[in-house]
Nanobody, 113 residues
Framework: QVQLVESGGGLVQPGGSLRLSCAAS????????VGWYRQAPGQQRELVAA???????NYADSVKGRFTISRDGAKNTVYLQMNSLKAEDTAVYYC???????WGQGTQVTVSS
């Protein structure tokens, strides 16, 4: 059974940085597109960034230039480096294997002074 485990969330001040990690059991990331999503209170879950098996990436307009998605095949892990964080980035962040629909449990990111 595929398991995705996110980590790296926390409380950070505006302008700060965090790096989220999504670790998978097995090498399932190798052949799949992986996405980072977020859901703020009262809002729908939205796709923030995605990375394909070949390394191509896509970002939501709201995070372009601030967030970077990357993958480490040897560690079966996908990362989301988040810089210049804003209050509106506050949400629970989830990773997902888009083709199979597997979700992680989420990690809370709170941007506040």
């Amino acid at each position: 059974q595929v398991q995705l485990v996110e980590s790296g969330g926390g409380l950070v001040q505006p302008g700060g940085s965090l790096r989220l990690s999504c670790a998978a059991s097995g090498s399932i990331f190798r052949l799949n597109v992986v996405g980072w999503y977020r859901q703020a209170p009262g809002q729908q879950r939205e796709l923030v960034a995605a990375i394909a098996s070949g390394g191509n990436t896509n970002y939501a307009d709201s995070v372009k230039g601030r967030f970077t998605i990357s993958r480490d095949g040897a560690k079966n892990t996908v990362y989301l480096q988040m810089n210049s964080l804003k209050a509106e980035d506050t949400a629970v962040y989830y990773c997902r294997i888009i083709a199979t629909g597997h979700w992680g449990q989420g990690t809370q990111v709170t941007v506040s002074s």
